[in-house]
């Protein structure tokens, strides 16, 4: 089948806080603007106003319930889309080569032209990030915005994918993780940040910084703080008196 | 196989223009590049430039492309031509369909204008409807604000000044501790989103208060699953906390509030008020001499703990019955933790570490600036505690007093207005007696007498007879709820159809979908709609209405006047509006035609001024009787609401060099598209803070003309006009309540911050209907617009009904279960889901997706439809009968704000083989052609 380079000069791709994700899509939305109108085919809508809508999204949230023994339950939000792995077996299972990992940058992409839509990529996905396109019977899945990094035409401060340009709460960051000393890097290894299912061996470049602790408040009530104003020796109105001698 | 690289383009031509206009997918007012091929919109992304996004776009905003290109717009007036509701119309020019509103509306202008009863939904030129329908001479105008946030706007203006969103913010930059109250996924969007990322990047500790643990709450760091309508007893026993501990900023409460003020403690008609002196300035008691003095006198230390005796009566300063209230052990977090669902030792957590946090990190930046008594201070010292509210906490009828009682803890501890805290954003803060008194006076032919609305300071600005009928419609202003600051638009159709307290002729609406989301008891409001007098004609005799959109108002309507995207008009986000500003900066902004409407629909605004011009509205026609404006972005750029202050503050004078004040600018609007749709002037730094106090601030504010002089004001922790209006209520005054209204007003006009149950609490079987009920919308939607967007609906679809562990277990459902949901108003029946990061005992579901069949351009079956229902089924605008003869309303009894979150309902499993929701109306006639099914949306240039 299809083989993978060796080495990826950089490893482009995205670090994903599920901390600070508020769950709010914007990132899906921008993503399906950007890429419905650039790379590739349009991402279609079947039976866009009807029953059973259903396009093809390069990006989803998914929000989980995490309910816990000792503590309130919480909700993560957790936005999903191809992790550009290096070791990535939807390149390996593509009969054709239409699906391939740049040498240059470990961006994965499928060469639509090449792409004969027999869906082996997405059954290979553990992460379930390529879906098919329901109009056009091609495979869809994140370019990490590749006609936008590298675009001459857009101010370089616009040189990052949609989905990062727009993400309202600040969640999410790309850079090179090859590099341990890019802003990325630095930011997985000072929050712990993880692969998702490493034990699957596809060695994503995408990772996830985990949500901080929750519930944690545990300040002692004011009286270990100081000696209440209405426990001093003449109640509040001694202590008013007092405190504002002193102002 | 060996993988062969393809060439790739890498640098596409993203478009082939770039223009720069103002969202309009929420309320929120987000710069928007609309990248443009061939004319045609390709592609919106956020303007970094701009003030309120910085380059960021939510979901929706994103999705704008398709509301642009949405199969629901409208494509032609429409003239009724079946019976109402049905949506049978027939396509009429625009001609037609302008005489038929003028000859509906002149008659009435000659001899009754207030039988004309315009209201608007959630537009953003209210300045201007308003100033429209003050020239044609109705009381009756008012926008959305009465059944969404009225609570927290009017306890804001009249506690500080100002309020949450739109009149000031969190100073993000800087808190250390966030406390978000009551906030659902939606209000506001970006900036509360960027807001919440700076806390996250700093690792700011942030508190999320709220029943539910979705959105903004799933990322606070401690989520309080509080119970609903009970938000104010837990803020006032984190008061009584803080009290008890003196964990309060004193010096601030002294310089900044009317904590010193004196009482008047003597029985009559002045108990309760402040003393004054000859000059009726406050009287505070100054603890060198002892004596009473004027508050403003130089070199005296204001008292808080002792009053002054004067013929044997005390006479005691705010503080004192402020503390001896809240030190009350009503208040002790042992006696309120049952009601509010937190325990005793949470409540007393957060207390500390909202001291610990203000009073041990507090920050001083190096600022000197001088206040209003001409004292120079050397630095700005603030307590880095910020707090953010919204319909949560107000929505309840028990609301103005639970917004007050956290404007209450704000100033407590000294954290409005000071770094780390929360900043206004200009024009405010703005006091309530710098805010217009609301007018009422018409006569035939006549302009009313002044602006609709404002801050009544006492019964004496109520907008009643002397029978003590109400003037207006929706009986704002009325003793039924005095400080109707903003209308009470859910009350219209009600009234208008009992007639009560008089018959109108026609009731123009735009872009409030009434006959549906917008409504309490929608499918009683359709019924009211379609009511018939015994001759056939309609009870309310004529309806028009504009929207862009074929929404079910639209079915209601007899004469629908269709409006364009907002990519196809001009608009202006006004500063006399809902403005832009930030903490350390003026904005305004527009939106502008970057497309033409191919469709034959015509903005409203341009479209309003044709009818006053057709209708010879004063201020529309010019001398000769001609229309005086071109369109509306001719009334944007030329009008002049007082010499130099138009809509429009930025580019003004002839050269165009003009802020705030200054000659209209006939190349205004071009200056404002070169600057990519907004203007922004910044506040001197050493105006940034304590703006109500600081004497730079108040000087600039009135070089830019949001002043006509400085107005310096303290913090009402007591608010003086609540206790008029008490006053009345015990028999003081010309102007009496009527009996049945004495004890509530005596109750929730309560001077300083109280807590009470609201009112279906307090009258509902808990044992009967043991559940509270909750709607919120979700961050990808806004209103029923989100809902029919191709994109938008495939994020949210359908209204599952979400339960806590505990009620999933005991009524036993299981996946795909659906359950029934009975208030003592209606039912509805709903799929059902558990989730458990839940308030227990509190059911809830997304609001404003369900869709009346046929509505929309959606397929009949969509899910919106048919697996959908809104909970407005199961709130009334009235109460339930009591036995008494009378029907109270289900609102704030202070601001009559519609109280959505007080429902409490019972649950229960539908039967097996459900599989469509109820209620279940009838299908309406789409005016709009079924779309094509499938989209594959590529603009080609």
């Known amino acids: 089948m299809t083989t993978l380079p060796a080495r990826t000069d950089r490893k482009l791709g995205l670090v994903i806080d599920l901390d600070t994700c508020v769950g709010c899509h914007a990132c899906v939305i921008s993503c399906k603007g950007w890429n419905t109108e ?12 009807g029953e059973a809508p259903e396009g093809s999204f390069l990006n989803r949230v998914h929000s989980f319930e995490v309910t816990r023994d000792d503590a309130p339950p919480m909700i993560v939000h957790f936005p999903k889309s191809c992790l550009h792995c290096d070791n990535a077996p939807c390149v390996t299972v593509c009969p054709t080569g239409a699906s391939y990992k740049r040498s240059e940058d470990g961006i994965v992409l499928v060469n639509e032209s090449a792409c004969i839509g027999c869906g082996l990529c997405a059954w290979a996905c553990p992460y379930g990030a390529r879906e098919m396109d329901g109009a056009e019977k091609v495979m869809k899945k994140c370019t990490l915005c590749v006609d936008r990094i590298y675009n001459q035409t857009l101010p370089e401060e616009d040189r990052e994918p949609a989905c990062v340009r727009t993400c309202p709460a600040g969640a999410r960051h790309f850079g090179d ?40 408040l545990a300040t002692p009530d004011l009286a270990s703080l100081c000696t209440p104003a209405t426990e001093t020796a003449t109640g509040f109105l001694g202590w008013l008196d007092r405190a504002l001698e002193r102002i | 196989m060996q993988s062969r690289q393809p060439a790739l383009d890498l640098s596409p031509q993203v478009s082939d223009e770039v223009r720069k206009t103002t969202c309009y997918m929420c309320a929120c007012r987000c710069g928007i590049n609309v990248h443009m091929k061939g004319g045609k919109v390709a592609y919106i992304e956020g303007n970094r430039d701009h003030p309120v996004n910085r380059g960021v776009l939510c979901a929706k905003g994103s999705a704008g492309i398709m509301q642009h290109l949405s199969p629901a717009r409208l494509r032609a007036p429409l003239k009724r031509v079946g019976p109402r509701g049905s949506g049978e119309f027939q396509e009429i020019t625009w001609e037609e369909a302008l005489q038929t509103a003028t000859d509906w509306m002149r008659p009435l202008r000659e001899t009754a204008p207030e039988k004309l009863a315009f209201f608007t939904g959630r537009d953003q030129s209210q300045s201007f409807t308003g ?29 500080i000044g100002g309020s949450f969103w739109e009149f000031g913010q969190p100073d993000w930059n800087r808190t250390k501790l966030f406390l978000l109250f009551g906030v659902a996924e939606d209000h506001d969007s970006n900036p509360i989103k960027m807001g919440l990322g700076k806390l996250k990047a700093r690792g700011a500790r942030v508190i999320g208060i709220n029943p539910i643990r979705s959105g903004y709450n799933a990322i606070a ?245 002397e029978d003590n009928t109400p003037k207006r419609i929706d009986k704002a202003f009325s003793w039924e709820a005095p400080l109707s600051a903003h209308g009470l638009m859910h009350m219209v159709i009600s009234n208008a159809h009992a007639g009560d307290p008089y018959k109108i002729d026609t009731l123009f609406l735009y872009m409030a979908n009434m006959a549906w989301n917008s409504s309490m008891n929608t499918s009683r409001v359709m019924e009211m709609l379609t009511d018939q007098n015994p001759d056939g004609s309609y009870r309310i005799p004529h309806i028009i209405y504009s929207d862009a959109y074929s929404s079910e108002m639209v079915a209601f309507a007899d004469l ?143 070089a830019r003309g949001l002043y006509d002089s400085p107005q310096p004001y303290l913090f009402n922790l007591y608010s003086e006009p609540l206790r008029k209006f008490q006053l009345a209520a015990e028999g003081h005054g010309h102007r009496q309540p009527p009996d049945h209204l004495r004890a509530r007003l005596l109750q929730s006009m309560d001077p300083l911050p109280i807590w009470y149950p609201n009112f279906t609490d307090a009258e509902t079987d808990p044992a009967e209907y043991p559940l509270h009920a909750l709607t919120q919308r979700p961050m990808a939607h806004y209103h029923s617009w989100g809902s029919q967007n191709a994109w938008l609906r495939q994020i949210h679809g359908h209204t599952p009904l979400y339960v806590s562990g505990e009620i999933w277990k005991q009524q036993q459902f299981a996946p795909g279960d659906w359950a029934i949901l009975t208030s003592p108003h209606g039912r509805i029946t709903l799929p059902v889901v558990r989730m458990d990061a839940l308030n227990p005992h509190t059911v809830w579901t997304w609001n404003a997706i369900a869709k009346r069949r046929g509505a929309w351009a959606l397929d009949p079956h969509a899910p919106e439809a048919t697996q959908s229902a809104l909970l407005n089924h199961l709130i009334h605008e009235l109460m339930p009968p009591r036995g008494d003869g009378l029907r109270w309303a289900n609102s704030d009894p202070v601001t009559g704000q519609a109280a959505w979150y007080d429902l409490r309902v019972k649950i229960g499993k539908a039967p097996a083989g459900q599989s469509v929701s109820y209620p279940d109306h009838s299908a309406q006639r789409s005016p709009v052609p079924s779309p094509a099914r499938d989209l594959a949306h590529q603009t080609k240039p």
Not at chain 2, 131 to 159: D, E, K, L, R
Not at chain 2, 637 to 665: K, M, Q, V, Y
Request: aromatic share 10%.
């Open chain 1, 177 to 216: 993780l090859g590099d341990p000393e890019s802003t990325v890097s630095q930011l997985v290894t000072a929050r712990g940040g993880f692969d998702l299912m490493p034990e699957q061996g596809t060695q994503p470049v995408n990772k996830y910084l985990p949500p901080r602790g929750r519930d944690t």
């Open chain 2, 131 to 159: 100033w429209w329908a003050q020239a044609f001479g109705t009381p009756n105008w008012a926008a959305h604000g009465g059944f969404c946030s009225v609570n927290m706007a009017a306890a804001g203006i009249y506690t």
């Open chain 1, 38 to 49: 650039n790379y590739g085919v349009p991402l279609s809508d079947m039976d866009a106003w």
């Open chain 2, 560 to 702: 629908v006047l269709p409006d364009t995207t907002y990519l196809e008009r001009h608009d202006c986000i006004s500063l006399l509006d809902r403005p832009i500003c930030e903490p350390e900066a003026l904005a305004d902004s527009i939106r502008w035609p970057v497309v033409q409407p191919d469709r034959d629909v015509r903005p409203f605004q341009s479209v309003l001024l044709d009818l006053g011009a057709r209708l010879g509205l004063p201020g529309m026609i010019r001398d000769d009787g001609t229309p005086k404006f071109r369109d509306y972005a001719d009334y944007i750029t030329s009008h002049e609401r007082r010499p130099g202050i138009g809509p429009l503050a930025g580019f003004r004078g002839a050269d165009g060099t003009d802020a705030g004040r200054g000659a209209p600018n006939p190349d205004q609007i071009d200056r404002y598209i070169e600057n990519g749709g907004f203007w922004t002037c910044h506040i001197p730094t050493e105006a940034q803070f304590f703006k109500p106090w600081n004497a730079a601030y108040q000087d600039w504010a009135v």
């Open chain 2, 221 to 465: 760091d401690d989520w309080v699953g509080i119970t609903p309508g009970t938000d104010g007893l837990f803020i006032l026993s984190l008061v009584h906390e803080l009290l008890r501990a003196g964990k309060i900023d004193l010096g601030y409460l002294i310089r900044y509030t009317n904590a010193p003020y004196l009482v008047n403690a003597a029985d009559g008609p002045e108990k309760g008020l402040f003393l004054r002196d000859t000059d009726a300035k406050p009287l505070v008691r100054d603890r060198h001499t002892g004596q009473a003095v004027a508050w403003d006198t130089p070199g005296i230390a204001p008292d808080l703990a002792h009053g002054v005796e004067i013929d044997g009566v005390t006479h005691l300063p705010v503080f004192r019955h402020l503390s001896d209230r809240y030190l009350a052990p009503d208040y002790a977090p042992e006696a309120t933790a049952p009601r509010c669902g937190i325990p005793a030792a949470r409540i007393r957590a957060i207390a500390a570490e909202i001291a610990r946090v203000a009073f041990e990190e507090e920050i001083t930046l190096d600022q000197p600036w001088t206040d209003f008594r001409g004292v120079r201070h050397e630095t700005m010292t603030g307590r880095p505690v910020a707090m953010h509210a919204m319909r949560g906490i107000s929505a309840h009828s028990n609301g103005f007093q639970t917004c007050r009682a956290l404007h209450l803890l704000q100033i407590l501890i000294g954290s409005v207005e000071t770094p780390g805290g929360f900043r206004f954003k200009p024009p405010y803060p703005k006091p309530p007696e710098a805010h217009p008194r609301p007018h009422a006076g018409h006569s035939p032919g006549q302009p009313l007498d002044g602006p609709h609305l404002g801050y009544p300071l006492g019964p004496e600005h109520l907008l009643i007879q």
